[in-house]
């Protein structure tokens, strides 16, 4: 294949969003996991919602609603600086083990990287920094044009930043609602699948399947 | 309120999702319950997905999808007779054990009822029957325009097809995603918090919550 562009999805992606278990166990003791998970479910949740019902808000607003809601779900009382120590976590998420050392290769190979994610850029250019990954690659955000992934607006918007043929881009992300949106808006893609999970049936194959994203060196 | 209209979500609204658990408990041991959440789950992030990405296809096909994903996630083996069996059940749902009071003692009122639903009428049509509801209720699908709620494009269906003021609609759904479309896009709204769960955080409140259907009888 020739690829001129490579463009990552944030979180989930490069960065592990279940790095907050660790605050919010400490926050509310016993809870850690579940929040960490509800709360990134109720998170995609309500950015497909906002988008399906054309009500754009930012990504940190809907993250933080996302937060209330997982609270109130799990009945734990709250207070504000509880929502902002968490808000934070998401600032200095870890980044998967093999992520500084792949891009940091393929950027020696002068490959163009990008991360384009449904984050803000007050929330994910601390976030590259911290995992000093800025010296390789663009940020993206999808708040340029206020269209949430997995809608066919946002992925143009990528597209035509990059200014390279749609199936010249490589888009990789470890959430399957991103690989639909991305093929279906013809993109190449390569779904990253940490966790082995079957492939979601939504009439979508992405061209590549990788257990991590080392396995990019190898094409 | 003067409301000249009532519309009707069906799934978890009128009809127990939920009433497949018997049915999966007997093809499947000891996953009964576990098959029928993640199936519903998997259900709304796929009509939502498709919409999302501009393909539609049938609910009914969406619910089989759903349905194949969750039982290869729960790495169990199936034959083709096994989905049809499952998706039969869709076609039997209980009603929630008001409903058929309800709908009778309002039709007496000769209030304009209908059901309005992601489902389509090879779904619906067999199951309204079944639960008796046909004589009191109209019954519409999103089917007809392609286009799932909660997108300002299926309520505009049902609003133009009804023919009356946007605001003398009273929508009535447990699903809080389509509580938030509705209302969203005009219609005045009922939430049927059966289940007393928080309100999502959506920047959207409805104009009423029940706690089942019966409440409407006082209004």
Same mark, same amino acid.
């Given at each position: ?28 003791? /016993? ?149 639909? /949106? ?20 939504? /009439? ?16």
């Amino acid at each position: 294949m020739t690829i001129k562009a490579f463009i990552y999805d944030a979180y989930g992606t490069l960065f592990d969003v279940h790095s907050v278990t660790e605050k919010a166990e400490s926050l509310f003791n /016993g809870y850690g996991k579940q929040i960490s998970e509800a709360w990134r479910q109720k998170q995609v949740e309500y950015f497909m919602l906002h988008q399906l019902t054309d009500r754009y808000i930012p990504f940190s607003e809907i993250t933080k609603n996302a937060l209330s809601y997982t609270l109130n779900k799990l009945s734990l009382s709250y207070k504000k600086e509880d929502l902002d120590h968490l808000m934070n976590a998401y600032l200095e998420l870890q980044a998967y083990e093999e992520v500084s050392e792949t891009l940091k290769n393929l950027n020696r190979r002068k490959v163009k990287q990008t991360i384009f994610s449904n984050g803000t850029k007050d929330m994910l250019t601390p976030l590259v920094k911290k995992r000093e990954l800025s010296d390789f690659c663009n940020v993206l955000s999808v708040d340029d044009v206020k269209q949430y992934k997995p809608s066919p607006a946002a992925y143009k918007y990528a597209h035509e930043s990059l200014g390279v043929n749609c199936d010249e881009i490589l888009f990789m992300s470890s959430n399957f609602w991103d690989i639909t /949106g991305a093929s279906s808006y013809g993109f190449k893609t390569a779904w990253i699948n940490r966790s082995k999970l079957p492939e979601d049936v939504l /009439g979508i194959e992405p061209d590549y399947i990788y257990s991590n994203l080392k396995e990019l060196l190898n094409i």
